[in-house]
């Protein structure tokens, strides 16, 4: 087995981990298979064809092209990469890619006293629930939509680092008796569940005010569009680039599923109605995004907001203090759960009112 070395990275394909700068990174199942894929083939083209063959049994029948798609994004994500402007991993339209870091390969020693690497599992038996929920789902988006997914991962490695930045330098904790904690750990011990059930998401398209400021309770009116997902971590930039309510909400991060316009009047747009096509938001309107769903917390589990506008949350009907409805630009806040462990409801607001960004991923219904 090998140990590779490349940037502030290494491999350990033995015990199959990887690390950056000491620090060991969550990087499992179909990503690290592909990472290894590539590191095998340094400054190689490698095709799609090359990658299935590589992470499936010849005998697999399963969605090949979203799960590549999944994994790439992963290990884009655990590396810092930007398919944009990539450092490790180039893509060739039509051909594959291409591992185009430097890097240091050194042979590793095998275990002392004869022992194996026994229990870690070889080249594609090792499949994460996550992984294997990736390849369950849908079709892939059509081909014209695909290079969204891939310009997404530049804008989920920034977004993601901004957050790491913002948490360190914004201390505000609270909990939901509205009591600062003195003390809280990193935000970036926050465990990540899925969500307990399909989070159920209705959006509205709104006045410039009313998207800079969210409140409880949502507009009561017909919503403009509802959809389903699986997670809370969007990401849009615009104006073409998963900026209009479809990009954003069906090919950015966590994909919406069953996206629905409802085809009413809307006075924010001239009397029109919203559809695809529709901005986040413009001179004379914004948009207000509800998720409603179950996910597990824990007792004094921190629960954390990334946003760049207003935000707002309940949990089991109950307003969590600590997330600002007026924020125009971007914040990473934390409050710490004092409820019983278990499953919970929540109601998250999320409203933008002003371009060329939006972003929201909560935690812990993220992925």
């Known amino acids: 087995m090998s140990i590779y070395r490349f940037g502030p990275f290494e491999v350990r394909t033995r015990v199959r981990e990887l690390y950056r700068s000491g620090t060991k990174v969550r990087l499992r199942g179909q990503p690290f298979q592909l990472l290894q894929v590539l590191l095998n083939h340094p400054g190689e083209v490698v095709t799609r064809e090359q990658m299935r063959a590589e992470l499936w049994p010849s005998n697999t029948f399963v969605d090949f092209e979203h799960g590549i798609n999944a994994s790439l994004r992963k290990l884009r994500i655990a590396l810092g990469d930007s398919a944009a402007k990539p450092l490790y991993i180039e893509t060739l339209p039509g051909e594959g890619y291409r591992f185009i870091a430097p890097f240091e390969r050194i042979e590793e020693a095998p275990s002392k006293g004869g022992e194996t690497s026994a229990g870690v599992p070889a080249l594609g038996e090792e499949i994460e629930e996550v992984e294997q929920a990736d390849e369950l789902e849908p079709a892939p988006a059509p081909p014209w939509r695909r290079w969204m997914s891939l310009a997404l991962a530049a804008g989920i490695v920034l977004v993601f680092g901004l957050f790491l930045l913002v948490s360190r330098r914004n201390p505000r904790a609270a909990t939901e008796g509205g009591v600062p904690e003195i003390e809280k750990p990193s935000a970036t011990s926050v465990p990540v569940h899925r969500a307990s059930s399909r989070i159920l998401g209705r959006v509205w398209v709104v006045s410039v005010s009313e998207a800079t400021h969210v409140t409880f309770p949502p507009p009561n009116r017909i919503p403009d569009a509802t959809f389903t997902t699986e997670g809370i971590a969007y990401i849009g930039t615009g104006p073409d680039n998963c900026y209009t309510l479809a990009t954003f909400l069906e090919d950015c ?19 029109g109605a919203a559809g695809p096509n529709t901005a986040l938001s413009g001179s004379k309107f914004g948009i207000i995004i509800e998720f409603t769903g179950t996910t597990l917390l824990a007792k004094g589990e921190e629960i954390t907001i ?29 409050a710490r759960f004092s409820g019983p462990s278990g499953d919970h409801s929540f109601d998250l607001l999320y409203a933008n009112g002003a371009g060329p960004g939006a972003w929201i991923l909560f935690y812990p219904a993220l992925y």
């Open 253 to 271: 991060a966590n994909r919406a599923f069953e996206l629905r316009f409802s085809g009413a009047p809307n006075s924010n747009l001239g009397g």
């Open 306 to 334: 990334l946003h760049d506008d207003g935000a707002a949350l309940k949990i089991d009907g109950q307003q969590i203090p600590g997330f600002d409805p007026n924020v125009t630009g971007p914040v990473a806040e934390i």
